[in-house]
């Protein structure tokens, strides 16, 4: 054997050995951005992810499964708190963004507008994944300009989460036990007030301190429903409406006579409504599995009686709807090399053939053949909420700067409900607020 060969068989010996030592050795690198909270102590290894519950079990199983099933890609994962857009805003001002990032539907515009985002349709034809293969709700969604800027991963929108033991004790249950509904203001008000009689307790759980989604939800829903176009120029809201109005009277009875929770936060009103101190818990479709878990478990409040849940109900004569937005993935627009974008394909590949398993939060899929099938249909309350498919309704695609616009919302229906402002003062408030903020655009 000559020096020379002696030498390149050493040599490739040594990298042989290097592969061997770490598998992970050529794979790309892709960061991950994401909200849903963090569960590392119960998800944080786990790879079946038959086994994970709720948003964050859920998402941090299906990342681990990606990684393990495509060792040839590398994920690394940042969480952060949610919805992290000024975070995310930051790190594109300093020219360093995730690949990846969940983004609301509701919110893509925002930095699709300004360049900021890849336009994915090539990706995706690349793995074989067709926008024929999307819900309409869910592609509108992430249609901008004619091309798709976010793999769709679902659609939700705010529900009536019902404890049935407390409707049972208010006489609120049709012959056939499901719950009884008002089908107008005036009988959701007296079923209300039927309900604090018999119970003792508020018929709503409402997450209410520190909370302006909550109201900025329940406003567009019942804006929708009574037909009512307030964004019929994207630019300029007309909210200071008789429609809007009612609304917020609805609200402000509620309040007033004592049928909801008035002082409690996000997770305040979650332990209350799994603590059975109120009817009914107006949440999203996010927390049905763990919600369906609690009641599967004896002892329990939702297990005394049974938890349904339920799409909110027609108050107002008009359309049949209710607001609903929903949740993708998007990808920064910069220079990336071949590998890098193929990588990304897979990613955005494997969570279209994993629909399903997202679907168990709650979240009605964005994949057509998901929805349409039976394991999805077998899943529970799905037969209750699957009308959210058809009666799901966004804001107009074109609306910037959605955020934002509910915050303005939430904090000037807060100081009207609570009796800080008048109706009429708080509702022109809200919209030279919002008209201010689109013009400045």
């Known amino acids: 054997m000559t020096l020379t060969l002696r030498k390149y068989m050493l040599a490739a010996a040594s990298?042989?050995?290097?592969?061997?030592?770490?598998?992970a050795f050529a794979a790309t690198e892709l960061t991950v951005q994401r909200f849903f909270g963090a569960c590392d102590a119960d998800f944080g290894t786990n790879t079946d992810v038959s086994k994970a519950v709720g948003e964050c079990g859920i998402i941090t199983s299906l990342i681990n499964k990606f990684n393990a099933d495509n060792p040839d890609v590398h994920v690394t994962v940042t969480t952060v708190e949610w919805p992290g857009y000024d975070q995310l805003t930051a790190q594109f001002a300093a020219g360093d963004p995730p690949d990846i990032v969940t983004i609301h539907q509701s919110v893509l515009a925002d930095y699709q507008s300004k360049g900021l985002l890849m336009p994915l349709d090539d990706v995706l034809k690349s793995v074989g994944v067709a926008s024929s293969d999307f819900t309409d709700a869910s592609l509108s969604g992430v249609t901008k300009d004619g091309k798709i800027y976010g793999l769709p991963i679902d659609n939700w929108t705010m529900l009536y989460h019902i404890n049935m033991d407390l409707f049972k004790k208010a006489d609120l249950v049709n012959a056939d036990g499901t719950p009884k509904l008002p089908t107008s203001v005036d009988e959701l008000l007296a079923q209300a007030k039927q309900f604090k009689e018999k119970t003792g307790k508020p018929y709503f759980v409402q997450n209410l301190a520190n909370e302006v989604a909550l109201?900025?939800?329940?406003?567009?829903?019942?804006?929708?429903?009574?037909?009512?176009?307030?964004?019929?120029?994207?630019?300029?809201?007309?909210?200071?409406?008789?429609?809007?109005?009612?609304?917020?009277?609805?609200?402000?009875?509620?309040?007033?006579?004592?049928?909801?929770?008035?002082?409690?936060?996000?997770?305040?009103?979650?332990?209350?409504?799994?603590?059975?101190?109120g009817g009914v818990h107006l949440n999203g479709t996010w927390v049905i599995g763990d919600y369906t878990a609690s009641s599967e478990k004896a002892g329990t409040a939702l297990n005394a009686g049974g938890y349904a849940v339920y799409p909110y109900p027609q108050l107002f004569p008009g359309k049949k709807a209710q607001y609903a937005d929903g949740h993708s993935w998007a990808v920064s627009q910069k220079d990336r090399s071949e590998e890098q974008t193929a990588a990304i394909g897979k990613f955005l590949k494997f969570f279209h053939d994993n629909d399903f398993d997202w679907s168990r939060t709650g979240h009605l899929p964005a994949v057509k053949a998901v929805l349409q099938s039976d394991k999805f249909k077998a899943l529970p309350h799905r037969d209750t909420i699957s009308a959210v498919a058809t009666l799901g309704t966004p804001l107009p695609s074109t609306v910037q700067r959605q955020f934002a616009i509910q915050d303005i919302i939430g904090q000037e229906m807060s100081a009207a409900v609570t009796g800080q402002k008048e109706v009429d003062a708080a509702l022109a408030d809200m919209e030279q607020r919002i008209n201010e903020l689109l013009a400045n655009i």
């Open 15 to 23: 990298v042989i050995t290097l592969a061997g030592a770490n598998p």
């Open 215 to 277: 109201y900025t939800r329940n406003l567009y829903t019942y804006l929708f429903q009574q037909d009512s176009n307030f964004f019929a120029d994207p630019k300029q809201v007309k909210i200071n409406t008789p429609e809007a109005k009612k609304v917020l009277e609805m609200y402000k009875a509620i309040y007033d006579n004592g049928y909801t929770t008035k002082d409690l936060d996000y997770a305040a009103g979650i332990n209350a409504f799994l603590a059975g101190e």
